[in-house]
């Protein structure tokens, strides 16, 4: 099996990992409460999606 010759140099290995980092999810704002949520999903806070309540939830006067 061939192994490398010569070491990659930190530079080198840097600028391969480069692409690598983890993207932020977008999110946006529930038109209802104003919480931040994932796009096309029921609001985590209120329970709506689409102006509708799908969830019911508890403790929050609807």
């Known amino acids: 099996m061939p192994n490398p010759v010569k070491r ?4 080198r290995r840097n ?3 480069a692409h690598d980092f ?4 977008s ?4 038109p ?3 919480e931040p949520k994932l796009p096309h ?4 806070a209120c329970g709506t999606y689409k102006g509708r309540e799908v969830i019911a939830l508890k403790g929050i006067p609807s």
């Open 22 to 25: 983890l993207t932020l999810p």
């Open 15 to 17: 600028m391969r990992r």
């Open 27 to 30: 999110t946006s704002k529930c």
């Open 32 to 34: 209802q409460c104003g």
């Open 41 to 44: 999903r029921v609001c985590k």
């Open 8 to 11: 990659h140099s930190r530079t």
